[in-house]
């Protein structure tokens, strides 16, 4: 849920980042953390296992400056992707304002990734939002691999409501930002 | 639906400050924090936080979330409240209508008690001023709008700060 205190001048805005286990989520804000200007972003918080999944959640602040006099801040988050983390997904999820879903674009993937398309979907509804109404972005990852379905074949599988989808090597950043910058757009609209 | 909007205007703000400063003097608090439900910072009253105020924001939010589920999970309807306790800093966090987190930091200059008892009348003060809001502008909170080329401006900007 957008929050916007008008005594502050604050506009603050939540975007989850959501996929399958290994799809490359916190790799996104990995690479985010990495280049956007250091003044305009807070510390990057994992809440990880000993061997780096996530267990509950990653976070990054980016602040977009000021617009029409207000602080303008996008609050990314990823959730855990491992099947059993179901409970902390869903809590994530709470008052989200937009949804990028990091497919893994490896064959071998692809039903995990229709499970996680439904993943979401359920625990949307749960929360009372919608995806089909709800700012959402589909990021085909891993594209440099050898064994990467085709994206049609992606889009047939995982795509029906035709939300924009982009290509990405998130590990070298192809197709971070492009992803990053759609669904900000799409959340700023919708406030407006 | 989408998430909707939740919106404060600067008069719920003062309200709302008013209530943190009293309760921060009152409870011989530090520092004392309103956040949403979601993790997103409201109101702060006190000492000055010498920590991240939107990482504090966004761990409580996930620490009360998650205590929510323990809670049901073992038959209880909630905790409404909960203590950290450090060897010197303190703090109890407490729901406020299920759309607020109040937090109150404190040391060995007060008491346990003597915070709970003021959280306690400061929940229901700020229960008040939530209901006021949500009655004025239905359930969401929705204020009054940005203007139309508030997108416009903000899609430049996007454009500006992601790039390569």
Redesign the interface.
């Known amino acids: 849920?957008?929050?916007?205190?008008?005594?502050?001048r604050e506009?603050?805005c939540?975007i989850v980042y959501y996929g399958p286990g290994l799809g490359g989520k916190t790799t996104n804000l990995e690479y985010?953390y990495e280049?956007?200007?250091p003044s305009?972003r807070?510390?990057l918080?994992s809440?990880a296992t000993e061997t780096e999944r996530t267990l509950?959640?990653d976070?990054l602040?980016?602040n977009?400056?000021s617009?029409?006099g207000?602080k303008?801040?996008f609050?990314l988050y990823t959730v855990p992707g491992q099947v059993y983390y179901n409970?902390?997904r869903k809590?994530?999820l709470?008052?989200?304002?937009g949804v990028v879903f990091v497919g893994d674009s490896q064959i071998e993937r692809l039903d995990a990734n229709i499970e996680s398309m439904y993943n979401l979907a359920e625990n949307l509804l749960e929360?009372?939002?919608?995806l089909q109404?709800?700012?959402f972005v589909i990021q085909y990852n891993k594209r440099d691999l050898p064994n990467a379905a085709a994206v049609p074949e992606l889009e047939g599988a995982m795509n029906p409501l035709g939300a924009p989808s982009y290509e990405a090597v998130a590990i070298r950043?192809d197709g971070v930002?492009d992803t990053?910058?759609q669904v900000?757009?799409l959340v700023?609209?919708?406030?407006? | 639906?989408?998430?909707?909007?939740?919106?404060?205007?600067?008069e719920?703000?003062?309200r709302i400050r008013v209530q943190l400063a009293d309760l921060t003097r009152e409870a011989g608090a530090r520092t004392t924090l309103l956040i949403?439900?979601?993790?997103?910072l409201?109101?702060v009253s006190g000492e000055e936080p010498r920590f991240?105020t939107?990482?504090f924001a966004?761990?409580s939010?996930?620490d009360f979330?998650?205590n929510d589920?323990l809670a049901t999970l073992i038959g209880e309807p909630e905790f409404s409240s909960l203590v950290h306790q450090g060897e010197r800093e303190s703090m109890v966090l407490a729901d406020v209508r299920k759309r607020a987190i109040l937090a109150v930091l404190f040391d060995d200059r007060t008491t346990l008690g003597l915070v709970r008892l003021r959280v306690r009348q400061a929940v229901k003060e700020l229960d008040g001023i939530f209901g006021d809001i949500l009655a004025v502008r239905g359930r969401?909170g929705a204020?009054p709008?940005?203007?139309?080329?508030?997108?416009a401006?903000?899609?430049d900007?996007?454009?500006h700060?992601?790039?390569?």
């Open positions: 849920m957008s929050m916007i205190n008008y005594a502050s506009i603050n939540k985010i280049r956007v200007n305009t807070g510390k918080i809440l509950f959640f976070f602040p980016v977009l400056g617009i029409r207000f303008t801040r609050h409970a902390s809590l994530i709470k008052g989200v304002d929360h009372g939002y919608d109404r709800m700012p950043g930002f990053l910058k900000s757009k700023i609209r919708s406030l407006s | 639906m989408t998430a909707g909007i939740w919106s404060f205007l600067e719920d703000v003062r949403d439900r979601s993790g997103q409201i109101a991240d939107n990482a966004t761990l939010a996930a979330a998650a589920h969401d204020g709008g940005l203007g139309g080329d508030f997108a401006q903000a899609a900007e996007i454009d700060l992601f790039r390569e």
